[in-house]
């Protein structure tokens, strides 16, 4: 990270900023042809931290992760436009965590709900849910098992 002084490697302060975000970047990459997607997502922290999503189980995020399943995701928070008298003054304060990982489809039932959970978790909701079993049939869950994180500040 060429500013220093902006970045965040505190874990707890990483996961504040996952905790705050609303949507997850994450990129795709086939060949030299990168493809960014916009996803609801829920994190699981501890040793084996993993971010997961639920998506249809066609399309061209599906097929791309079949030719190649590492990815870099993005997430931010906390925007605030700041102003000035000239263009150049302007800025913004955001906070932000940018990581890199593996994404597999995840076939498990049992793991499938653990992962609906945790994105349900993430959006507000404190208990495990129900799941309607045709709908469950035709949704995929992902995980993005995370190898690394930084955060950064302005």
């Given at each position: 990270m060429r500013r220093k002084e902006r970045q965040i490697s505190d874990i707890k302060e990483i996961e504040l900023i996952i905790?705050?975000?609303?949507?997850?970047?994450?990129?795709?990459?086939?060949?030299?042809?990168?493809?960014i997607v916009v996803m609801n997502f829920g994190y699981s922290g501890g040793a084996g931290k993993c971010l997961y999503f639920h998506c249809a189980g066609e399309g061209?995020?599906?097929?791309?992760?079949?030719?190649?399943?590492?990815?870099?995701?993005?997430?931010?928070?906390?925007?605030?436009?700041l102003t000035g008298r000239d263009g150049c003054d302007w800025g913004m304060n955001y906070s932000s965590v940018v990581g890199f990982g593996n994404i597999t489809v995840?076939?498990?039932?049992?793991?499938?709900?653990?992962?609906?959970?945790?994105?349900?978790?993430?959006?507000?909701?404190?208990?495990?849910?129900?799941?309607?079993?045709?709908?469950?049939?035709?949704?995929?869950?992902?995980?993005?098992?995370?190898?690394e994180m930084?955060?950064?500040?302005?």
């Open positions: 905790s705050q975000s609303d949507v997850c970047r994450i990129a795709f990459a086939d060949n030299n042809t990168p493809y061209k995020k599906i097929d791309m992760l079949r030719k190649n399943n590492y990815v870099c995701f993005e997430m931010d928070t906390g925007h605030k436009i995840v076939t498990d039932e049992k793991d499938r709900i653990t992962g609906l959970n945790y994105i349900m978790k993430h959006y507000g909701g404190d208990q495990d849910f129900n799941y309607n079993e045709k709908v469950l049939a035709v949704t995929t869950v992902l995980r993005l098992d995370i190898e930084t955060g950064k500040r302005k």
